[in-house]
């Protein structure tokens, strides 16, 4: 049983401990407001990036800046190259112009007011900032008084991430068909007078005096990103077995200007004069920049090849001038042409360039 000089001790204690509590719990503790919609917009997170720009949005809510004042951002040291005249300051209009100090682990980068700022969505850049290695890091974005008291503040966190390589394949594709044509079909300008097949051309009996044309139809299909070029070639003249030969047009002394056929000036002894082989292409686009002019023809030079077709991009095989063409090739002789069976082989090549 507690006697009176104890129960008084005791109250007396317990009064004490009530009064220290009441005391603990009536102290009050300033908190700054927080900023709102903060963020951190990077040009390029890929770790030791350089150049980098950080835009940096918020939104002050409680009270707007008064001369003096300032907004400020805390940029881990980690990220270098964090520059004054690097930092475009929200409402530059009314700030000064950006500071920048290192302090501890951060660059302090301020942007004072030189008259009062409203509250609102605000926006501070930083350019050229080269990023650190992987990893996560916080900033703190703040507005604070001219006494350096925090007025709204909040923390954002950014990811420096390796960078993700997207890559694919696709094949490359090319196809290339020779197809006959009609008797009857006008090739720039000219009409067939007999029908050719894939793999022949067979003028048959050929009359002095009188032109013959076969043709044949290219086709080309490819994915190329250059484009393609079709060239033929001949192994030589339309020759016989003992070398007799009908000359290129005109008159065995080719160039490479394209003229109006001309029929075989039939000069005696001189054999260049007795018959012509020549062609002419309907593509209108050659690389070279020398079409054929309607009805308009070269010679073979020797074997060397002449462009026949070209488009400088990919190619459906359809669309002509682009996927596909004709050619046609005309052969005349006169009464002196040699006697005997004439034969050469035309040889094409597309070559793409992707």
């Known amino acids: ?21 009441s005391y603990a719990v009536s102290i009050n503790v300033a908190v700054a407001a927080s900023l709102t919609d903060v963020s ?19 939104t002050t809510v409680s009270a707007g800046l008064a001369i003096g004042d300032y907004y400020q951002v805390l940029v881990p040291d980690d990220f270098t190259n964090v520059l004054a005249g690097n930092v475009i300051c929200a ?20 942007c004072e007011a030189t008259e009062a700022i409203a509250t609102g969505t605000k926006l501070l850049v930083i350019t050229g900032v080269t990023n650190p290695v992987a990893g996560t890091y916080t900033f703190t974005v703040s507005t604070k008084t001219s006494l350096h008291a925090d007025i709204e503040t909040s923390d954002l966190v950014v990811s420096i991430i390796d960078d993700v390589v997207v890559s694919a394949s696709v094949p490359a594709t090319l196809s ?26 067979d003028y048959g009996t050929l009359a002095p005096g009188a032109s013959s044309t076969m043709a044949q139809e290219l086709v080309v299909g ?8 079709v060239t033929v ?16 047009f005109i008159n065995g002394a080719p160039d490479n200007d394209d003229h109006l056929w001309q029929s075989p000036a039939g000069t005696l002894d001189n054999e260049l004069t007795y018959g012509h082989f020549g062609l002419t292409s309907e593509d209108d686009s050659l690389l070279a920049g020398d079409e ?5 023809y070269k010679g073979f030079s020797g074997a060397n ?19 596909k063409t004709k050619v046609a090739y005309t052969v005349e002789i006169n009464a002196l042409q040699e006697a005997g069976d004439y034969t050469n082989t035309l040889t094409y090549i597309c070559t793409p360039t992707y």
């Open 233 to 248: 070639q001949q192994n030589h003249n339309l020759k016989t077995a003992n070398d007799a030969d009908i000359d290129a």
């Open 176 to 201: 290339f068909a020779i197809g006959g044509v009609d008797s009857g079909t006008t090739v720039n300008g000219d009409v067939t007078t007999g029908t050719s097949t894939a793999t022949t051309m």
């Open 222 to 229: 490819t994915n190329a990103a250059g484009g393609f070029t």
């Open 91 to 110: 409402d530059s209009a009314s700030t000064s112009p950006a500071t920048v100090n290192l302090v501890g682990d951060y660059y302090e980068v301020k």
């Open 292 to 296: 054929f002019a309607a009805s308009s």
């Open 40 to 58: 951190d917009t990077l040009s390029d997170s890929a770790p030791g990036a350089t150049g980098v720009e950080h835009k940096f949005a918020f």
């Open 305 to 323: 090849p002449v462009e026949v077709m070209y488009h400088g991009g990919p190619s459906n095989g359809q669309d002509p001038h682009i996927g």
């Open 1 to 21: 049983m507690l006697t009176n000089k104890k129960l008084k001790r005791f109250v007396s204690v317990v009064t004490v401990a009530s009064l220290a509590l």
